[in-house]
């Protein structure tokens, strides 16, 4: 294993419209250690959740480089995402009502995450899957039921139980609770921090919220307009912001 | 057939005083309101037992999860039940002293807008993308049946938008939703809200897809508005900080009952029901890194699936025998809150 498992250089990305480009990132710099958790923070169109996108390889970069456990997988000369390393990168997302398939059992979600991956015969991995969502809490009963009858916190089990179906080195989570009830959200939480630990996941946590990177991170980004204006250990920047932008929104935040 | 002219004669009743507004009574009062539907002979219950009364130009917050059904009764607040295809189905409504339980549409027209000012949840879609913004406030001014000339309506427009405080006001009133951020439009939505002058305003999640520093200036605003126009404020939100940020006195909603009404500063201090307890716990701003979150355990209860006896005590921490036969418990004063838990004095 590399030292550091995400290692993005100048990443810059753009997006093609009708009228002039969007330029979503214009320049950032990340490294993720084994273990490590590091939030992204901004608000909408600040360029936080492209970011996530070009680590999993859902959008590709205009510039930069972006390395996954030493190998390159987005930039010039990458060999990029091939199956030897796109396993050590999931992602999970804001909305799990839109993210899973209304007419697929939450079972086979999973189960087809665990086949494309392992390749294992049909008794095995649905033992894996089931254990998978056992793991997060989702009992068989539920797993076989449809998906119209599991709550928002139940669905975003489910998509947390598919992300580790490769067993991947680090998770990127994309405002994983801002669509959850305040009770579901701490729960969810404290799976994540539970799963993190006991797999010793490096996890990138996308976020408005800077009372959940507060809680959840060591390190922390904050962006504006596709920048990085501050960056630094999470308790420094949240206690003593640098930059006028962290400052106001520090001072926005209720509570 | 005689639907057309009936509606004409409906009409031609709207009366045209103002609202009156009694300072020595509620405003608004809601006494064990049930709303809900009849589905295969039996009733489903959305909202059972809501219960507050609100004074002239107070303010209320209402806390509670998805399906604690506090959507619902502040829909019930603007005769809209109907459009969802639920009821009124027991309780009772009053509105600056009109009782409204049961009131026909008929009714409703001189209550709806000038009685009450509503800013419904995901407002945000709640303009009309193919209208301007002035073409809706126009429309919002003449729900009212005060007489308006076309001039002297689109200066009242051009108003409601410097009242929100709207920079560039003029072009505004001539731009469509699709032109306006977030932020932007649920000012719009707010002006039209108070087109008639409501004594009250009911704003429904006002912030809830808005980014942090968009919120806090729409919390502020609403706030400076309440001071200048002396207008009640009802405001829901799952957001307990948002709640107390504009409002003095939280109620807390579970599965459709009124379980908790109380001071906001008390509410946060001392909280006199598990349910609200568990939910100020469980805020992120609570935990330290490194250890959990307290988690309320297991799902809020689906309507239709109310558990028998007090509907929390199977998530609950303090849950006896007693709490588990029987109805909800009935509210009662406890330390000056009113709460619906038989075990109140025991929360810690």
């Not at chain 1, 930039?75 to 398939?101: C, E, H």
């Not at chain 2, 409504?93 to 027209?109: C, P, S, V």
Request: hydrophobic share 40%; proline share 5%.
């Amino acid at each position: 294993m590399a030292d550091n498992l995400i290692e993005v250089a100048g990443l810059h990305v753009n997006y093609k419209t009708k009228g002039d480009d969007v330029l979503a990132v214009r320049g950032l710099d990340l490294t993720v250690g084994a273990g490590q958790s590091t939030g992204i923070v901004g608000e909408s169109g600040s360029g936080k959740s492209t970011v996530a996108k070009a680590i999993v390889g859902l959008v590709a970069p205009t510039q930069g480089s972006i390395r996954i456990d030493g190998d390159l997988v987005a930039g010039q000369q990458a060999t990029g995402y091939v199956r030897a390393n796109r396993w050590k990168v999931q992602m999970i997302f804001q909305d799990p009502y839109g993210s899973l398939d209304p007419r697929q059992q939450p079972l086979d979600a999973v189960l087809e995450a665990v086949h494309q991956w392992s390749r294992k015969p049909k008794a095995e991995s649905r033992k894996e899957a089931l254990d998978l969502l056992k793991s997060v809490g989702i009992t068989e009963r539920q797993a076989t039921s449809g998906l119209r009858s599991l709550s928002g916190g139940q669905r975003q089990r489910i998509s947390i139980a598919r992300a580790l179906a490769p067993h991947p080195q680090v998770l990127v989570a994309d405002e994983p609770t801002s669509s959850l009830d305040q009770s579901a959200q701490a729960a969810i939480l404290n799976l994540l921090r539970r799963i993190q630990a006991e797999r010793g996941l490096s996890v990138v946590f996308i976020s408005h919220d800077l009372g959940l990177v507060r809680y959840l991170t060591e390190t922390v980004l904050v962006m504006k307009d596709g920048f990085v204006v501050e960056e630094g250990l999470t308790d420094k920047v949240l206690h003593q912001p640098g930059h006028e932008y962290t400052q106001r929104l520090i001072s926005s935040a209720l509570a | 057939m005689a639907e057309p002219q009936a509606a004409q004669t409906v009409d031609a009743e709207v009366p045209d005083d103002e609202i009156v507004v009694d300072p020595t009574v509620p405003y608004l009062e809601v006494d064990h309101l049930k709303i809900g539907l009849m589905r295969e002979g039996a009733e489903l219950r959305i909202v059972d037992s809501a219960t507050f009364a609100l004074q002239p130009g107070a303010s209320l917050g209402i806390v509670g999860e998805s399906g604690s059904g506090k959507t619902m009764l502040c829909r019930s607040f603007t005769g809209t039940l109907g459009r969802y295809g639920v009821d009124v189905m027991g309780g009772r409504l009053e509105i600056a002293g009109h009782d409204l339980t049961h009131a026909e549409e008929k009714a409703w027209r001189p209550i709806r807008g000038r009685a009450v000012g509503y800013v419904p949840q995901s407002s945000l879609a709640g303009l009309n993308p193919v209208l301007t913004v002035e073409t809706q406030l126009l429309e919002a001014l003449h729900l009212g049946s005060r007489k308006l000339t076309k001039s002297d309506a689109r200066a009242e427009a051009r108003r409601l938008l410097d009242m929100v405080k709207i920079p560039r006001a003029d072009s505004v009133l001539h731009e469509r939703s699709h032109q306006l951020s977030g932020g932007m439009r649920q000012r719009v939505m707010i002006a039209a809200a108070l087109a008639l002058s409501p004594p009250l305003l009911v704003l429904d999640e006002p912030t809830t897809a808005l980014d942090v520093t968009v919120q806090y200036e729409i919390l502020v605003l609403i706030r400076q508005l309440r001071e200048q126009l002396g207008m009640g404020l009802i405001l829901v939100s799952h957001d307990l900080a948002v709640v107390e940020f504009l409002c003095s006195r939280v109620m807390t909603m579970y599965a459709g009952a009124t379980v908790e009404l109380a001071a906001s500063e008390s509410i946060r201090t001392r909280p006199r029901h598990p349910y609200t307890n568990a939910l100020l716990h469980s805020r992120l701003g609570m935990a330290e890194r490194g250890k959990d979150l307290v988690a309320i355990p297991g799902e809020s209860p689906a309507v239709g699936s109310w558990p028998l006896g007090c509907r929390f005590w199977p998530r609950c921490a303090y849950a006896a025998d007693a709490c588990k036969v029987g109805d909800q418990p009935e509210t009662r004063m406890v330390d000056r809150h009113l709460t619906a838990c038989i075990r109140a004095e025991d929360v810690t």
